[in-house]
């Protein structure tokens, strides 16, 4: 009696939740499925780290694990599935560090749109962004939207996280060198020429004064001749 108590509970509890899935599956009205892939598109620049992807769910009796490629899509099986995202060495391969966890539920599934949007697919980009502190750091690194009806697609792109800003630095005027030449034996006694050159053009205009006194000299003496002196 007891065992067919927990087949039936154990039925109606599947029933119940293939049903739910059922009525998931089913497009809601006036809406249409939009394609997403999210992806890794940077795994070539680290050739000793890999990525894995482990999911489970409703579908799958134990965990499925596998290594991550770049630029391909994550997968996680069935869309109600639980997708987790881990990192490990090269050299340790693909096994499961529980300390190594990047992304948690990673929703692939791109759900529904409306009808009248012109939204038909999104990719949605990481890249690694390097190490800090031991730990593998990752980020969105960009976005993809794709429109029907040849609209063109938009591109969206966001920065690095531990990318170090670039200062421009400000450029400040050279201060200007002013170079006083030291006097060699050459130009001191050019200097001292110069300098005595100079001394002998100050005295100069003495000699005007000594045509001055000779001039008054000779009246003197002329005033002398009258009177019958000789002049010294």
Not at 41 to 65: A, S
Not at 118 to 133: M, N, Q, V
Not at 202 to 220: H, L, M, T
Request: proline letters at 8%.
């Amino acid at each position: 009696m007891k065992k067919l108590i927990i087949c039936a509970l154990f039925f109606s509890a599947s029933l119940f939740l293939f049903t739910s899935a059922a009525r998931a599956d089913i497009i809601p009205p006036n809406s249409k499925p939009l394609n997403r892939c999210v992806k890794f598109v940077n795994l070539d620049k680290f050739p000793d780290v890999i990525l894995i992807g482990r999911y489970t769910g409703p579908m799958v009796t134990e965990p499925v694990i596998y290594q991550v490629e770049n630029n391909k899509c994550l997968e996680k099986g069935y869309k109600f599935n639980t997708l987790d995202l881990y990192w490990n060495t090269k050299a340790k391969g693909a096994m499961v560090n529980p300390d190594n966890l990047l992304l948690k539920n990673v929703e692939t599934y791109g759900g529904y749109v409306p009808l009248k949007s012109s939204l038909s697919r999104e990719d949605i980009e990481y890249s690694i962004a390097g190490f800090s502190g031991g730990k593998l750091i990752i980020y969105q690194s960009g976005k993809i939207s794709e429109y029907g009806s040849g609209s063109p697609e938009q591109i969206e792109t966001f920065a690095n996280p531990l990318a170090k800003p670039v200062n421009t630095p400000t450029s400040s005027p050279t201060p200007s060198l002013i170079i006083v030449p030291t006097s060699s034996p050459a130009s001191s006694s050019n200097f001292q020429a110069a300098s005595s050159s100079s001394n002998n053009q100050a005295a100069a205009p003495a000699a005007p004064a000594q045509a001055r006194r000779g001039f008054w000299q000779s009246i003197v003496c002329f005033f002398k001749g009258l009177f019958g002196h000789k002049c010294d």
